[in-house]
């Protein structure tokens, strides 16, 4: 069973950064794969970013990429989204989530790839 926390939301200006942390506990962190989502109010839950158990292969949605990147630290069972250049739009409640088995790249975009999932932490951008 894998446990996730997420940190650091906030409230940021346009044009500012933030990152954000998933704290993960449970032994198996180390083999999943992990995922970041967000939703924003009256949406659907929408994949961000992943990134596989060795950190060498990352995935992101058209909508973020160039501004956000996923990381982690095996060590320190945590996974980081970093965000740069936000925007307004990026406003939504960010959601940790991992998976242990293998699942296809389409998957790992998907809500149902994804077996645990954290509360969530706001993240506002004011314009």
């Known amino acids: 069973q894998v446990q996730l926390v997420e940190s650091g939301g906030g409230l940021v200006q346009a044009g500012g950064s933030l990152r954000l942390s998933c704290a993960a506990s449970?032994?198996?962190?180390?083999?999943?794969?992990m995922g970041w989502f967000r939703q924003a109010p009256g949406k659907d839950r929408e994949f961000v970013a992943a990134?596989?158990?060795?950190?060498?292969?990352?995935y992101y949605a058209d909508s973020v990429k160039g501004r956000f990147s996923i990381s982690r630290d095996n060590a320190k069972n945590t996974v980081y989204l970093q965000m740069n250049s936000l925007k307004p739009e990026d406003t939504a409640v960010y959601y940790c989530?991992?998976?242990?088995?293998?699942?296809?790249?389409?998957?790992?975009?998907?809500?149902?790839?994804?077996?645990?999932w954290g509360r969530g932490t706001q993240v506002t951008v004011s314009s």
């Open positions: 989530a991992a998976e242990g088995s293998s699942r296809s790249i389409v998957q790992l975009t998907s809500t149902h790839g994804y077996s645990h």
């Open positions: 449970g032994r198996t962190f180390g083999t999943s794969t």
């Open positions: 990134i596989n158990w060795s950190g060498d292969a990352t």
